[in-house]
């Protein structure tokens, strides 16, 4: 029997509370003005690889990777949307995602559920489970049918494990002539979980967040600064109680020097990105820049980017998409103990294993295919070729770090619909 | 002097023919909103905008056999683009598309009942219904 935690009763509790005031809100709508709609969203599709090394994952949320065995887990999903005009000022919306994703399916996948004011045009407040804005992609990279990819460039976006957090979040439109120019500012708390070599990782961290956004014609700009700090750990307690044994002083000097790199609770993260959009109706364009600075050796810093080119031809819109991302850790080499004995040998490959699991150095480059075929359905096709440095496949699953292919073919199909 | 009639000839029957395509944008006989920009109507159909530069709520209303030449003439896009438009715009909580509705009728009586209300029509199906029309694309 797997009895749940406290901590884990308060998050579902918390859970229900949101869409409790979101029905409640709702329930007491004025009937003249009450508009709602469901809406729905989903993506089916199969991948699969020429390697059996190392897994493939879309993000690193995800619990499932596809290697040359295919699947479908990795790039379909399903998620409805409920939307409900309260007023003419207020309005709730609830997001729930059908997804692999690690930790509670219930909790996890409740993407939104939150309670909009816009008291005027130009201003809008939202209160509850809110969308984490830090990049161009970041409220609708589920929706499939939004953007031409298979899925967003893997390089930037499978490294980002939040996607949604509850609090508050304030934005204002500016009008500037026909440009819009929109100030986000967010602040919340927020509950993430993901895998990691080491199990389970259940991030609790405050957030806060700046995004500017500037549209005009046919192009979208955006430059955004994310900050949290972690409030839990990895799950490397065993490691910790290990390296701090006294018994091991002795045999083993210095290492208890490592349970400070062994511990994320307490330290802080910072995000930034830039990047822009453009679509003239025939072309196509999209970059995005990221640098992620921490100060911890666990979640180590990261630099990202990608762009991508697209041309429609009638219903058919065909795209390269160039991404990297390499991190900036050095390799961390874990002296060997004083005495040579099995297990404190094992000690040493373990805490090797787990420092230097977290490498990132990719590049990719992806060519596919979008067939818009009929009425909000869009079939898609895409090759990707991936090439790896030294242990940087932490975007992926691996049994030991080091032992990767230094390239990799991914191929995927699928479709992707709104109804 | 054939030319001459042939030309003259053409000249009365090209707009004959261009009516036969014209979509006019119209509005609410009270709205004081009198006249629009292409620019303007795009922010409001595309949900950038939810109210006419008098302030006055806009509602706007889809003509949903109009659709692909109306979207066309205005944003030079294909009925699929506006769709993945849309997606973006509705699950990223951003807004909700105009609301569609089937036939003439119902577009000139949704018109005609909200003072904010803008929607879009052949020229033809308006026939002596009272609306304003703020701009014609074609």
Not at chain 1, 67 to 94: A, C, E, F, M, P
Not at chain 1, 129 to 147: C, I, N, Q
Not at chain 1, 158 to 180: R, T, W
Not at chain 1, 283 to 293: D, F, K, T, V
Request: aromatic share 14%; proline share 4%.
């Amino acid at each position: 029997m797997n009895f749940m935690s406290l901590a884990e009763k308060l998050v579902l509790f918390k859970c229900y509370l949101l869409l409790f005031v979101c029905f409640m809100a709702t329930a007491n709508a004025d009937e003249q003005s009450k508009r709602w709609s469901i809406k729905g969203f989903g993506s089916f599709g199969v991948t699969g690889s020429d390697t059996d090394r190392i897994g493939f994952l879309r993000n690193r949320t995800q619990t499932k990777a596809v290697d040359n065995n295919w699947g479908v887990t990795t790039d379909s999903r399903l998620g409805v949307q409920l939307d409900v005009d309260i007023s003419d000022s207020l309005h709730t919306t609830v997001q729930w995602i059908a997804r692999d994703h690690a930790g509670d399916f219930f909790e996890q996948n409740l993407e939104w559920a939150f309670l909009s004011w816009r008291p005027r045009d130009d201003i809008n407040i939202r209160i509850g489970r809110l969308g984490l804005d830090t990049f161009l992609l970041s409220d609708y990279r589920e929706v499939g049918y939004a953007y031409v990819w298979m899925r967003p460039p893997h390089e930037f976006y499978a490294n980002i494990p939040l996607s949604h957090f509850d609090g508050i979040d304030f934005a204002q439109k500016f009008v500037i002539d026909d440009s819009f120019l929109t100030l986000k500012l967010q602040a919340g708390y927020s509950y993430s979980q993901m895998h990691t070599g080491l199990g389970l990782f259940s991030i609790k961290a405050p957030i806060a967040g700046l995004n500017i956004v500037y549209e005009t014609g046919d192009w979208r700009l955006r430059a955004g600064y994310s900050y949290m700090h972690f409030l839990s750990d990895v799950p490397s307690q065993e490691l910790v109680d290990a390296v701090n044994n006294p018994a091991l002083a002795p045999v083993y000097p210095g290492v208890s020097d490592l349970s400070a790199a062994l511990t994320l609770e307490g330290t802080d993260l910072h995000f930034m990105s830039v990047g822009g959009a453009y679509d003239d109706g025939i072309w196509l364009g999209q970059a995005e820049a990221s640098y992620m600075e921490t100060d911890n050796a666990y979640v180590v810093d990261a630099a990202s980017a990608y762009f991508s080119f697209g041309r429609r031809i009638s219903e058919f819109t065909v795209y390269g998409l160039y991404g990297l991302s390499f991190s900036f850790n050095d390799r961390v080499n874990i002296p060997a103990p004083s005495v040579l004995a099995p297990p404190l040998l094992g000690l040493q490959k373990g805490l090797n294993q787990v420092l230097n699991f977290n490498s990132i150095d990719q590049q990719s480059f992806s060519l596919g295919v979008r067939w818009d075929f009929y009425t909000n359905i869009a079939f898609k096709a895409q090759w990707t070729h991936f090439w790896f440095g030294d242990r940087g496949a932490a975007l992926w699953t691996q049994d030991e770090p080091g032992n990767i292919p230094s390239q990799v073919n991914l191929w995927s199909l699928g479709v992707d619909f709104v109804f | 002097m054939m030319k001459t009639i042939i030309k003259y000839l053409f000249a009365f029957l090209l707009p004959i023919f261009a009516v036969r395509a014209e979509i006019v944008v119209i509005t609410n006989i009270d709205n004081p909103v009198t006249v629009m920009t292409k620019t303007e109507i795009q922010s409001i159909f595309m949900g950038r905008k939810r109210a006419f530069a008098n302030g006055l709520k806009a509602v706007a209303f889809d003509f949903s056999k109009e659709r692909e030449p109306f979207y066309s003439l205005l944003t030079h896009r294909s009925i699929q683009q506006i769709d993945a438009y849309w997606a973006r715009i509705i699950f990223s909580g951003q807004g909700m598309p105009p609301v569609k509705l089937p036939s003439a009728q119902l577009i000139l009586s949704a018109v005609q009942k909200n003072q904010g209300a803008i929607a879009y029509i052949n020229r033809r199906s308006i026939g002596d219904s009272r609306v304003r029309v703020l701009l014609s694309l074609e």
